[in-house]
């Protein structure tokens, strides 16, 4: 079955930079996206960007313009997400997600059927 | 932008009853909505897709309606484990979540 492992948990200061992986293994790496998604504590799901293997298209949320950078390693399965200027909003629960449809020049935007364990961030002084 | 509101925030129900979601989109998203069921400290779960198709592996108590601006989580019967928050998602031209809307018993 789909399985997407993510790196361990992180704890930064504020205006620090994390970088979170996701391994993807066990489907066809190059045909489904990939998606972040965070939970702050006690919140709800926050959609933040989403990743072509394949080609290395990207699209992010609005709010995270210029803070965030997603990227991909093909060789390794594995898609990065970078999140900087962290604040302490960004301490949250990292989802990576595995689109349910595959990649296609229609959309980059699919409902997500499969998901890593996540992996938490803290940001505090 | 397309904003997603659910509703109620919670729902108070019992085992073996039916109960409704609501959610309803700011703007017209056709069937680009999905549904997913979150146990506390676990990721999430993909209920429906397409406002209507269930996901693999999901009981058949569990189905979703609607299109255009509203849609509906349906279950039928409910069991002790599903007792829990459930969340919609759009995925038109961008993507979002709902607030998430909390089945408790």
């Known amino acids: 079955q789909v399985l997407l492992m993510h790196s361990g948990t992180e704890m930064k200061k504020p205006g620090a930079s994390v970088k979170l992986s996701c391994k993807a293994s066990k489907y066809s790496f190059n045909n489904y996206y990939i998606y972040w998604v965070r939970q702050a504590p006690g919140q709800g799901l926050e959609w933040m960007g989403v990743i072509s293997p394949s080609g290395g298209a990207t699209s992010h949320a609005q709010k995270l313009q210029g803070r965030i950078t997603m990227t991909r390693d093909r060789s390794t399965t594995t898609v990065s997400m970078e999140l900087r200027n962290l604040r302490s909003e960004d301490t949250a629960v990292y989802f990576c997600?595995?689109?349910?449809?595959?990649?296609?020049?229609?959309?980059?935007?699919?409902?997500?059927?499969?998901w890593g364990r996540g992996t938490t961030v803290t940001v505090s002084s | 932008e397309v904003v997603l509101t659910q509703s109620p925030g919670t729902v108070s129900s019992s085992p073996g009853e039916r109960v409704t979601f609501s959610c309803r989109a700011s703007?017209?998203?056709?069937?680009?909505l999905a549904w997913y069921q979150q146990k506390p400290s676990q990721a999430p779960t993909l209920l429906i897709y397409?406002?209507?198709n269930r996901a693999t592996g999901i009981p058949d108590r569990f189905s979703g309606s609607g299109s255009g601006t509203d849609f509906t989580l349906t279950i039928s019967r409910l069991e002790p484990e599903d007792f829990t928050v459930y969340y919609c998602q759009y995925y038109g031209d961008s993507s979002t979540f709902g607030q998430g809307t909390k089945l408790e018993i």
């Open positions: 997600a595995r689109s349910g449809g595959s990649v296609s020049i229609a959309s980059l935007y699919y409902y997500m059927d499969d």
């Open positions: 397409d406002a209507s």
């Open positions: 703007q017209s998203i056709s069937s680009s």
